[in-house]
């Protein structure tokens, strides 16, 4: 049984340039989350979503930040622009029902490295 | 709101030296569960344990137990004979039931450091 998969593991861009990380839940999962993680620092919560849906996109920056989960295909989150405190490690995790309570499983993260 | 208290940044141990690491929380919730998770300098986030609020009852899985006591809001994690392999950061979170958010609240983080 497959676990959260996620690419780029690594990903290097200029500032300005977009980065667009995938995330692909565990069999069976239809919500998504994903989080960031700073150096040194825990893990914020930045969007939640189920297939075709935005359910809390309460931690996303206003702007340059997008997510989607379409019907089809693995989960994105896209940042435009990139400056340099974008670099972080940010993380999916997935959950079956989306309750509240569910257990979250991880993926193993996409590290972005802005130059 | 919810809320999970790592008091403890960094644990530096000796191999085979027993070490707990604690998890303190906040909730008004009555039902509630708390997880903890292992991210190892590889860093991908590993899930260990997820508890609920009416299960008092310690677990124990190997070398790892987990202590949860309601009367102190706490949900500590031992690492039992510890050795190199345990050195990770160790997250402590909680989920509410019926609170406002779907999404669990994670502690800061512990690091633990095993020294040969």
């Known amino acids: 049984n497959a676990g959260v998969m996620q690419n780029p593991r690594h990903l290097v861009r200029r500032r300005g340039q977009e980065a667009r990380l995938r995330c692909s839940p565990m069999k069976g999962h239809s919500h998504v989350y994903w989080y960031r993680q700073l150096p040194e620092e825990g893990l914020k919560f930045m969007v939640y979503l189920q297939k075709e849906n935005i359910i809390d996109e309460s931690g996303m920056p206003k702007e340059r930040f997008s997510a989607e989960f379409p019907k089809e295909g693995p989960s994105i989150l896209r940042i435009q622009q990139v400056v340099r405190g974008d670099s972080a490690a940010y993380f999916c995790a997935s959950s079956p029902r989306g309750r509240r309570t569910d257990t979250q499983y991880f993926g193993p993260g996409t590290r972005l490295t802005v130059l | 709101a919810q809320k999970v208290t790592q008091a403890q940044t960094e644990i530096s141990v000796v191999e085979k030296e027993d070490v707990t690491l604690d998890c303190v929380y906040e909730t008004r919730d009555t039902t509630y569960y708390l997880f903890w998770y292992k991210q190892p300098p590889s860093g991908e986030l590993v899930f260990l344990i997820r508890r609920n609020s009416f299960d008092e009852q310690n677990e124990i899985s190997g070398r790892y137990s987990w202590n949860f006591q309601k009367s102190t809001s706490s949900f500590n994690f031992t690492i039992t004979a510890s050795q190199v392999v345990d050195s990770a950061v160790y997250f402590c979170?909680?989920?509410?039931?019926?609170?406002?958010?779907?999404?669990?609240?994670f502690g800061r983080g512990t690091s633990l450091i095993v020294h040969p």
């Open positions: 979170a909680l989920s509410e039931a019926s609170g406002g958010s779907y999404i669990p609240t």
